[in-house]
């Protein structure tokens, strides 16, 4: 498979007061189509400004993003963003904040069909009619799944959006995620703190370091197909990975969560 998103040299400065800080450090990297990429790094090292770019809310200081090779200069609905924070219109339904995300012009017909295709692939059957305030934290974030694929996006973008769930509805819904992507072949990029999420969703790991932010290591993740954690071979990744974050002078933790 050839590239399909390309970031190429990206540097990323801001203006604090009357000085500029650097964020990002020329960034290089390409991403097959229907690869699914996990960005791991510290807090502050641009994790998550890097997916504004790619996403066309922000724009390089120098370098360029391109998607499928056309430069990213503006939001597009063949990008879709899953943020941490589900924003749904807490006064729609179900059906009505997935419905929000298909783009103008389709038919009713095929957004009646395709938002029925959709409440069944996230698994919320029978609550089309609810609210929000009326739904869990993890059915919240499964109709936020469901919106964001409403306008079939080509790359899909991963913001740290299981954080705040807990640790069964997170592990459930990263298996859920990754056999979406799959299936629609959609290229994913997840950026996360949570470093057993980056290798069991992740094709490949790539781990950043901040002040400014660099690609310090790619990792190329191969796996079993049930990509077990408590494999021989997941902690041997896990271990590598969590090397980057440490210095022999500190200390390393002796089990990895």
Same mark, same amino acid.
């Given at each position: 498979?050839?590239?399909?998103?390309?970031?190429?040299? #990206? @540097?990323?400065?801001? +203006?604090?007061?009357?000085?500029?800080?650097?964020?990002?450090?020329?960034?290089?990297?390409?991403?097959?189509?229907?690869?699914?990429?996990?960005?791991?790094? =510290?807090?502050?090292?641009? @994790?998550?400004? +890097?997916?504004?770019?790619?996403?066309?809310?922000?724009? !390089?200081?120098?370098?360029?993003?391109?998607?499928?090779?056309?430069?990213?200069?503006? %939001?597009?609905?063949?990008?879709?963003?899953?943020?941490?924070?589900?924003?749904?219109? !807490?006064w729609y339904s179900v059906e009505q904040n997935i419905a929000y995300g298909f783009q103008?012009?389709?038919?009713?017909?095929? @957004?009646?069909?395709?938002?029925?295709?959709?409440?069944?692939?996230?698994?919320?059957?029978?609550?089309?009619?609810?609210? !929000?305030?009326? *739904?869990?934290?993890?059915? =919240?974030?499964? #109709?936020?799944?469901?919106?964001?694929?409403?306008?079939?996006?080509?790359?899909?973008?991963?913001?740290?959006? *299981?954080?705040a769930l807990d640790a069964f509805t997170k592990i459930k819904l990263q298996k859920e995620l990754l056999d979406?992507?799959?299936?629609?072949?959609? %290229?994913?990029?997840?950026?996360?703190?949570?470093?057993?999420?980056?290798?069991?969703?992740?094709?490949?790991?790539?781990?950043?370091? !901040?002040?400014?932010?660099?690609?310090?290591?790619?990792?190329?993740?191969?796996? =079993?197909?049930?990509?077990?954690?408590?494999?021989?071979?997941?902690?041997?990744?896990?271990?590598?990975?969590?090397?980057?974050?440490?210095?022999?002078?500190?200390?390393?933790?002796?089990?990895?969560?």
């Open positions: 498979m050839e590239k399909f998103v390309s970031i190429n040299n #990206v @540097k990323k400065t801001f +203006l604090i007061g009357n000085k500029e800080l650097e964020v990002l450090h020329d960034i290089k990297f390409d991403i097959k189509q229907g690869e699914f990429i996990s960005i791991v790094g =510290q807090s502050g090292c641009g @994790k998550s400004t +890097l997916v504004r770019l790619i996403a066309g809310l922000e724009f !390089p200081s120098a370098g360029s993003v391109k998607i499928d090779d056309a430069e990213v200069k503006e %939001t597009s609905l063949d990008v879709g963003v899953l943020f941490q924070e589900s924003r749904l219109f !807490p103008s012009g389709v038919s009713k017909e095929y @957004k009646k069909n395709h938002i029925k295709e959709l409440i069944d692939l996230v698994g919320l059957h029978g609550f089309e009619k609810a609210i !929000p305030n009326q *739904l869990s934290g993890g059915m =919240q974030k499964r #109709v936020a799944i469901a919106r964001t694929l409403a306008g079939n996006p080509k790359v899909l973008l991963l913001d740290e959006p *299981l954080g979406i992507s799959k299936e629609k072949e959609i %290229t994913t990029i997840l950026v996360t703190h949570d470093i057993d999420e980056a290798i069991y969703m992740g094709d490949r790991v790539i781990v950043m370091s !901040p002040k400014p932010g660099i690609v310090k290591n790619i990792f190329n993740i191969e796996l =079993q197909s049930d990509r077990s954690r408590t494999s021989a071979e997941f902690d041997k990744y896990r271990k590598k990975i969590y090397e980057e974050f440490f210095d022999d002078t500190e200390h390393q933790p002796e089990f990895f969560i």
